[in-house]
């Protein structure tokens, strides 16, 4: 890791644009990550200050499997962890108006710890450990103004573009952990309906639980009791209306009911 690299500096501008809502340029190059380990150092850094300043915790990680040359991994504050509507965030501006940007999820509850130990954690130790599974929203929005002029590690930094999770009804486990797809309807009160059919981009939605406790093993760290884990968008980022009730079904699965409203900043 370069010696000019500065972990500290990116976590700063990185945090107060999550706490403003603010996008902004890539960040000074002397604290631009520019490989996987400088991109993990930035996100431990960006943890430490948020819950230093926000008096915060992790309550949660995204991941999937690992692409070729990347890394598929961030925490979830639990201070941007809701279950009940409306949920407030950071919008998009668009054509049609301000958007909320979800990604349809299911989150997997610890009901034990998987902390640091010698031996690696098998998918039994996982399966073991995990109480209940929900329908989920991954609420999506980036703290840079213009995410595809960033290289990977920039975005892995961030967090790849968490700005939190809504925690959706439980559905039944057995029948979640073999859901590689279903239908997904999205009715609004404003009369707009959206259709997508879901895939889970690993096939096996439990399968990047495994892949993560022992990423987290291999870095002194683990997941903890209580900590609820999404692993990879069934329909990628889908842009909903503000201020308007959504029912959100997952065919066999399940059905929720959610609304947002736009968060303003301080």
């Given at each position: 890791?370069?010696?000019?690299?500065?972990?500290?500096?990116?976590?700063?501008?990185?945090?107060?644009?999550?706490?403003?809502g603010?996008?902004?340029?890539?960040?000074p190059?002397?604290?631009r990550?520019?490989?996987?380990e400088?991109?993990?150092?930035v996100?431990?850094?960006v943890?430490?200050r948020?819950?230093?300043?926000?008096d915060?915790?992790?309550?949660?990680?995204?991941c999937?499997?690992?692409?070729e040359?990347?890394l598929?991994v961030?925490?979830?504050?639990?201070r941007?962890?809701?279950?009940i509507?409306?949920v407030?965030?950071?919008?998009?501006t668009?054509?049609?108006g301000?958007r909320?940007?979800?990604?349809?999820e299911?989150?997997?509850?610890?009901?034990s710890?998987?902390?640091?130990?010698s031996?690696?954690y098998?998918?039994?130790?996982?399966?073991?450990?995990?109480?209940?599974t929900?329908?989920a929203?991954?609420?999506?929005?980036?703290?840079?103004a213009d995410?595809?002029?960033?290289?990977?590690?920039?975005?892995?930094a961030d967090?790849?573009?968490n700005q939190?999770l809504?925690i959706?009804?439980?559905?039944?486990?057995?029948?979640?952990?073999a859901?590689s797809?279903?239908?997904?309807?999205?009715k609004?009160?404003n009369?707009e309906?959206i259709?997508?059919?879901?895939?889970h981009?690993?096939t096996?939605p439990?399968?990047?639980?495994?892949?993560?406790?022992e990423?987290?093993?291999s870095?002194?760290?683990?997941?903890?009791?209580?900590?609820?884990?999404?692993?990879?968008s069934?329909a990628?980022?889908?842009?909903v209306?503000?201020?308007?009730?959504?029912?959100?079904?997952y065919?066999g699965l399940?059905?929720m009911?959610?609304?947002?409203?736009?968060?303003?900043?301080v």
């Amino acid at each position: 890791m370069s010696q000019l690299f500065n972990a500290a500096d990116a976590a700063a501008i990185l945090v107060e644009r999550r706490i403003d809502g603010a996008q902004g340029e890539r960040l000074p190059e002397v604290c631009r990550p520019q490989d996987l380990e400088q991109a993990l150092a930035v996100q431990a850094a960006v943890t430490e200050r948020w819950c230093e300043q926000m008096d915060d915790s992790i309550g949660g990680w995204k991941c999937l499997l690992p692409p070729e040359n990347k890394l598929v991994v961030g925490p979830i504050y639990t201070r941007t962890i809701d279950s009940i509507p409306p949920v407030s965030l950071w919008t998009k501006t668009s054509p049609e108006g301000e958007r909320a940007r979800i990604e349809p999820e299911l989150a997997f509850f610890f009901g034990s710890d998987l902390l640091p130990r010698s031996e690696p954690y098998t998918p039994a130790d996982v399966d073991a450990a995990i109480t209940r599974t929900h329908m989920a929203l991954e609420l999506i929005n980036s703290r840079y103004a213009d995410p595809a002029s960033c290289e990977f590690p920039e975005m892995l930094a961030d967090g790849l573009v968490n700005q939190g999770l809504f925690i959706g009804p439980e559905v039944d486990s057995a029948s979640a952990a073999a859901a590689s797809s279903f239908t997904i309807t999205l009715k609004c009160a404003n009369g707009e309906v959206i259709e997508r059919q879901g895939q889970h981009p690993n096939t096996h939605p439990r399968a990047p639980l495994y892949w993560l406790a022992e990423f987290l093993r291999s870095c002194g760290q683990g997941i903890v009791a209580g900590q609820a884990v999404i692993t990879g968008s069934y329909a990628g980022v889908l842009e909903v209306p503000l201020n308007t009730g959504i029912q959100i079904d997952y065919a066999g699965l399940g059905s929720m009911q959610v609304s947002f409203t736009a968060k303003n900043a301080v």
